[in-house]
T-cell receptor, first 113, second 110 residues
Framework: AQSVTQLGSHVSVSEGALVLLRCNYS??????LFWYVQYPNQGLQLLLK??????LVKGINGFEAEFKKSETSFHLTKPSAHMSDAAEYFC???????????FGTGTRLKVLA | DTAVSQTPKYLVTQMGNDKSIKCEQN?????MYWYKQDSKKFLKIMFS???????INETVPNRFSPKSPDKAHLNLHINSLELGDSAVYFC?????????FGPGTRLTVT
């Protein structure tokens, strides 16, 4: 069975500070991993994905994530937070070749002026 | 140019009623999904169709019935609505390595 754990349901950072959102996964096979962002009253938007190519993945809006097999982690980072980054972020895992995605419980990012 | 669209965006109804939510995608994907997001933002998969065939059917009450008339459409019909059905329902389309979500339908059962 696959699962993801997002540490910290709420994260606050100052504008211009580093953003670090944590995601750990559990999978019996090498997984595909994803980060999605959800702005208020909107659907989820794909930020980036890891599908067994480069372990450092760059996404939209300056976000990136690194797949670390030894730590079973896929943490999301951004060097400098912007007010517009305030949103809910979801990590997700899937088994390659299948269609089922398992989502984490989400982390709400708050950016302080 | 909307990729995944859902109608209606808001749905307010009384307990016991039957309602439907429609979803359409113009991305050419073979697979479509229905998710339920509860008040705590927890997102859970309900159903998935691939080429009009049901491939994922999670533990969902029989009152929920998906229908896929073609690859571009996946509708969700809910019978005998209950208070606990209040949530945001998201449609998505995609493949084994990516998904694209619709804007969601906020269902409120009173």
């Amino acid at each position: 069975a696959q699962s993801v754990t997002q540490l910290g349901s709420h994260v606050s950072v100052s504008e211009g500070a580093l953003v670090l959102l944590r995601c750990n996964y559990s999978s019996s096979v090498p997984p595909y991993l994803f980060w999605y962002v959800q702005y208020p009253n909107q659907g989820l938007q794909l930020l980036l994905k890891y599908t067994s190519a480069a372990t450092l993945v760059k996404g939209i809006n300056g976000f990136e994530a690194e797949f670390k097999k030894s730590e079973t982690s896929f943490h999301l980072t951004k060097p400098s937070a912007h007010m517009s980054d305030a949103a809910e972020y979801f990590c997700a895992v899937s088994r390659p070749g299948t269609y089922k995605y398992i989502f984490g419980t989400g982390t709400r990012l708050k950016v302080l002026a | 140019d909307t990729a995944v669209s859902q109608t209606p965006k808001y749905l307010v109804t009384q307990m016991g009623n039957d309602k439907s939510i429609k979803c359409e995608q113009n991305l050419g994907h073979d697979t479509m999904y229905w998710y339920k997001q509860d008040s705590k933002k927890f997102l859970k998969i309900m159903f998935s169709y691939n080429n009009k065939e049901l491939i994922i059917n999670e533990t969902v009450p029989n009152r929920f019935s998906p229908k896929s008339p073609d690859k571009a459409h996946l509708n969700l019909h809910i019978n005998s609505l209950e208070l606990g059905d209040s949530a945001v329902y998201f449609c998505a389309s995609g493949s084994t390595y990516e998904q694209y979500f619709g804007p969601g339908t906020r269902l409120t059962v009173t």
